[in-house]
């Protein structure tokens, strides 16, 4: 049976702006399963982020329920569901929102410097050794103006994991990247899926990162359209127009002669 880390329940969220109510979620119903990556894809104003920052409780839900790790964070008030946020959730953003006058190390070390205050020699420890796994240790001294965007991006995933999330929530992390670094962005997280047994769980439009997550879950006007186990392997035919070519091509090869 499967270990459910995150399990969204009927989610819904309306703005109200002037007297009229805008509703933007219509009853979000999926699960992510602990140790699994998995993608959020959709056209723009589907209620992507509008998901994303709703599961990473940076915002209130009209109604439903949001279970993370077997807590409804939903009813928690302010000071818990900040609290809640900072242990249990890290985030990687588009624009990474480093430091830029703090080193690297010390950037990874912020989550734990925000919650506990001054940072102990073993958590400067741990941020340094976070800093190794995403292959940067000879460049944790430096100022995070002095990394490339890539680097960057490395340097936003090894934060996301200083508290030990049980979720890693991602909003387009490889947006702003060329193609090799985009694809080496996505071998680090896979790695450290792999290694550490991390839940990650991304809005991207890059086809190729969706199609080589282990389930992807499509929203059209704030409603779940459909979710896609194994996409790289699908062979219904809903999945070809979202596939990248090489997958594409993969399902249309012809068997071998024999």
């Known amino acids: 049976m499967a270990d459910i880390l995150l399990d969204i329940q009927e989610l819904t969220k309306s703005y109200t702006n002037g007297g009229t109510e805008t509703k933007v979620l219509h009853g979000i119903d999926f699960q992510v399963d602990r140790g699994s990556f998995s993608a959020i894809i959709g056209p723009s104003g589907s209620g992507k982020s509008t998901l994303l920052n709703l599961l990473g409780a940076l915002d209130r839900p009209t109604g439903g329920r949001i279970i993370v790790d077997g807590s409804d964070i939903v ?21 990474h929102h480093l430091l830029p006058e703090f080193t690297a190390v010390e950037n990874v070390m912020m989550p ?23 292959g940067l240790g000879e460049r944790g001294h430096f ?3 002095r990394l490339s965007g890539g680097q960057q991006q490395r340097i936003a995933i090894a934060r996301s994991l200083m508290n030990d999330p049980s979720l890693v929530l991602a ?8 193609s090799e670094t985009t694809e080496q962005i996505f071998a680090l997280m896979e790695r450290i899926r792999s290694e550490r047994q991390a839940t990650f769980l991304i809005i991207t439009h890059d086809r190729h990162i969706a199609a080589r997550s282990e389930r992807v879950v499509e929203l059209i006007d704030g409603r779940v359209a459909r979710i896609v186990a194994n996409p ?16 594409l091509l993969a399902q249309q090869k012809p068997a071998a002669s024999q």
């Not at 909003?171 to 060329?178: I, M, Q, V, W």
Request: aromatic fraction near 8%; charged fraction near 30%; proline fraction near 4%.
């Open 75 to 95: 009813t928690m008030n302010d000071r818990e569901l900040a609290a809640f946020r900072n242990r249990k959730i890290g985030f990687v953003f588009q624009f």
């Open 171 to 178: 909003d387009e992390p490889t947006g702003n990247l060329d």
């Open 143 to 145: 100022k995070a103006s």
């Open 232 to 247: 790289a392997a699908a062979q219904e035919d809903s999945w070809l127009d979202l596939a990248p070519s090489h997958c």
């Open 112 to 134: 734990h410097w925000i919650a506990s205050g001054k940072p102990a020699a073993k958590t400067r420890k741990k941020a340094e050794e976070l800093v190794d796994l995403v």
